[in-house]
């Protein structure tokens, strides 16, 4: 398995464009996280699914953002409008199962200028 | 308030000492996670541990449940580990981050 894929790899967007990140989960994965890292808060969970099913999206900063896992192989997270504030990099992660180690993909490293 | 506190922040080595980077939780968890992140790269995960000691290569990572507390040594450490080191609680299918632990090593 070629692992989690992400992409794009880089974003540059303008402020209120609609950005949309990409992430395929390992096969057979029934898990799946979406991460915002940046140097002030570090790693921050945004949302997670489990069997596609959205289980929690507390950390999703405010209505601007929203994820979708339409099937078990893809899933995405789209920002509209994008605002400075949202440059940060982005990483996917998907587990086997609870209590299962957590693949992560390159991330997606997002600048909205 | 951090579940995770990691300690030190930064730290830089000689090649070939030995290194301990250290992970306190206030969570109920399942398990403890040591991920590995190169400047500018992916994560990558190191070791899941729920209970004792953990080896792979040069690397050992230990956790004491009662003192929630977890420690992730390296020995004869090299420069291609320099990297940032990252703690992670998890009750259930959830990650709670430490902050990192920046590590460089010298040549």
């Known amino acids: 398995d070629a692992g989690v894929i992400q992409s794009p790899r880089h974003e540059v967007t303008e402020m209120g464009q609609e950005v949309t990140l990409r992430c395929k989960p390992i096969?057979?994965?029934?898990?799946l996280f979406w991460y915002r890292q940046t140097m002030m808060r570090g790693l921050e969970l945004l949302i997670y699914?489990?069997?596609?099913?959205?289980?929690?999206d507390s950390g999703m900063p405010e209505d601007r953002f929203s994820a979708k896992m339409p099937n078990a192989s893809f899933s995405t997270l789209k920002i509209q409008p994008s605002e400075p504030r949202d440059s940060a990099v982005y990483f996917c992660?998907?587990?086997?199962?609870?209590?299962?180690?957590?693949?992560f993909g390159q991330g997606t490293r997002l600048t909205v200028v | 308030k951090n579940e995770v506190e990691q300690s030190p922040q930064n730290l830089t080595a000689q090649e070939g000492e030995f290194i301990t980077i250290n992970c306190s939780y206030s969570?109920?968890?399942?398990?403890l996670h040591w991920l590995q992140q190169h400047p500018g790269g992916g994560i990558v995960s190191l070791f899941m541990?729920?209970?004792g000691k953990k080896k792979h290569g040069r690397l050992i990572a230990t956790i004491n449940i009662q003192e929630k507390h977890s420690s992730l040594h390296i020995t004869a450490s090299h420069p291609r580990d320099s990297a940032v080191y990252i703690c992670?609680?998890?009750?259930?299918?959830?990650?709670?981050f430490g902050t990192g632990t920046s590590l460089t090593v010298i040549p």
């Open positions: 541990l729920s209970s």
């Open positions: 992660a998907s587990k086997l199962q609870m209590n299962t180690e957590a693949f």
């Open positions: 992670a609680a998890s009750p259930g299918n959830q990650f709670y």
């Open positions: 969570v109920g968890i399942s398990a």
């Open positions: 699914f489990n069997n596609n099913v959205p289980i929690d």
């Open positions: 096969s057979g994965h029934n898990s």
